[in-house]
T-cell receptor
Framework: AQSVTQLGSHVSVSEGALVLLRCNYSSSVPPYLFWYVQYPNQGLQLLLKYTSAATLVKGINGFEAEFKKSETSFHLTKPSAHMSDAAEYFCALSYPGRRALTFGSGTRLQVQP | SQTIHQWPATLVQPVGSPLSLECTVEGTSNPNLYWYRQAAGRGLQLLFYSVGIGQISSEVPQNLSASRPQDRQFILSSKKLLLSDSGFYLC??????????????FGPGTRLLVL
């Protein structure tokens, strides 16, 4: 069975500090991995996706994530947090032939001034 | 460019009342369509998906049903709402897969509160 684990339901950083949101996955087949962001009372916006090409994936708003097969991880990072980054972030997994996305439980990012 | 609409944005309904949530996609043809529910403390769960008009697949048994009367319209319904149906309902679409990858794009959501 496939699963996604996001370590830390809440992460707080200072403005300008490094953002690191953790995602580990379990999959019996090579996965596709996604990060989505959800601002309050809004839908999910795709940040970036891994599709078995480059292991370092760059997304929108300065975010990037690195696929590490040996660690079964796909952590999301941003060098310098901005106040506008405060939101909830979801890691999700899919694989060829699978319709549904399997989501992690989400990490709420708080950015302190 | 493609856009996805959901309405209503917010809905408060009594237990036992019917439900109809609508989702429409613009700017693409023959998309795959999805309904997800985000319940407090329970993450996002796929409820239904559709690969074409009249073709609905259910992921979990529940009090809800879905229909796709037109190519770019997806409707979520219930005959009698339960308290447990409260949540944030998200519609998503994807282009049919290139190399089996179908990135899903989400609508703005409908917040449903059943009292």
């Amino acid at each position: 069975a496939q699963s996604v684990t996001q370590l830390g339901s809440h992460v707080s950083v200072s403005e300008g500090a490094l953002v690191l949101l953790r995602c580990n996955y379990s999959s019996s087949v090579p996965p596709y991995l996604f990060w989505y962001v959800q601002y309050p009372n809004q839908g999910l916006q795709l940040l970036l996706k891994y599709t078995s090409a480059a292991t370092l994936v760059k997304g929108i708003n300065g975010f990037e994530a690195e696929f590490k097969k040996s660690e079964t991880s796909f952590h999301l990072t941003k060098p310098s947090a901005h106040m506008s980054d405060a939101a909830e972030y979801f890691c999700a997994l899919s694989y060829p032939g699978r319709r549904a996305l399997t989501f992690g439980s989400g990490t709420r990012l708080q950015v302190q001034p | 460019s493609q856009t996805i609409h959901q309405w209503p944005a917010t809905l408060v309904q009594p237990v036992g009342s019917p439900l109809s949530l609508e989702c429409t996609v613009e700017g693409t043809s023959n998309p795959n369509l999805y309904w997800y529910r985000q319940a407090a403390g329970r993450g996002l769960q796929l409820l239904f998906y559709s690969v074409g008009i009249g073709q609905i697949s259910s992921e979990v048994p529940q009090n809800l049903s879905a229909s796709r009367p037109q190519d770019r319209q997806f409707i979520l319904s219930s005959k009698k709402l339960l308290l447990s149906d409260s949540g944030f309902y998200l519609c998503a679409w994807s282009v049919k897969g290139f190399k089996d990858l179908e990135t899903q794009y989400f609508g703005p959501g409908t917040r449903l509160l059943v009292l």
